[in-house]
């Protein structure tokens, strides 16, 4: 019988609940590279739902070498970790992706991730520490300082907070880690010495959350420097009063 015609009973068995025959009948045949992809998450989401992982792995990697866009390079990804990770063989996508001579940025991260989850927190910092910096987003950047904890790496640690405070010098987050990182250590002078410049740049709502995390760290004296600042240009000036 015609192939497309197979493929819309395979369709109706899948709505039917019966996604093992429908894998049976359906056939990926599309021609143009977007509706290949669409075919393959298909399969790929059939073969799982009739607990054929294997299939639906491959589906998946075949799924995203077809994929363009982000977000279908990325649905694709998802896809293919569930079926592994259903498959009880995070490991065996681990190997594939370490095979691979050419992998993408997402299925890089997807990679970390995985390493992480399986316990292997040094090789996968070694992975992050390979990709450019220029592409870290800021859930990026706050993976690869909680993998330099797990790691112990704390040479490595004070240098990622350095570095992506030199990169975003008015936010917050990375000062108040680096700071509460020194100050756990007993190392007061190097966690007051984190907010060097900050004054600065900050102004307003900005400065006044600065005074906030700096008395939460029990940096009252810089608390109080920075509401002072506050009250005396007039900005924000009766919250700043609270310090």
């Known amino acids: 019988k015609d192939a497309s015609v197979r493929n819309r009973a395979a369709v109706v068995l899948a709505l039917a609940a019966k996604p093992k025959d429908a894998i049976k009948l359906y056939e ?23 607990k054929e992982m294997p299939q639906a792995q491959d589906a998946a990697w075949r799924a995203l070498g077809l994929a363009k866009l982000k977000r279908d390079k990325r649905y694709a990804l998802v896809i293919l ?4 990770r259903r498959d009880k063989k995070i490991d065996k996508l ?3 992706f370490a095979a691979e001579e050419t992998l993408g940025e997402d299925a890089r991260y997807l990679w970390i991730d995985l390493l992480r989850e399986l316990g ?42 350095q570095e992506t405070i030199a990169l975003e010098p008015a936010r917050l987050d990375w000062r108040a880690g680096l700071s509460r990182f020194y100050l756990e250590r ?10 060097d410049g900050f004054e600065e740049l900050a102004r307003g709502g900005a400065l006044l959350g600065g005074a906030g995390v700096a008395l939460d760290l029990g940096l009252e004296d810089l608390a109080i420097q920075y509401a002072e600042t506050c009250i005396a240009g007039g900005d924000r000036a009766m919250p700043a009063l609270q310090f």
């Open 186 to 195: 007993g190392e007061r002078d190097k966690g007051r010495q984190v907010w």
């Open 120 to 161: 292997k927190a040094d090789e996968a910092l070694e992975l992050f520490k390979q990709a450019d910096e220029r592409t870290f987003t800021t859930e990026m950047r706050r993976e690869l300082l909680e993998i330099c904890r797990e790691t112990g790496r704390e040479d490595l640690l004070v240098t990622s907070y």
């Open 81 to 84: 970790a569930e079926s592994y």
């Open 94 to 96: 681990v190997e594939r």
């Open 28 to 50: 990926v045949n599309a021609e143009q590279p977007n509706d290949r992809f669409k075919q393959e998450v298909r399969m790929a989401e059939w073969s799982m739902a009739a």
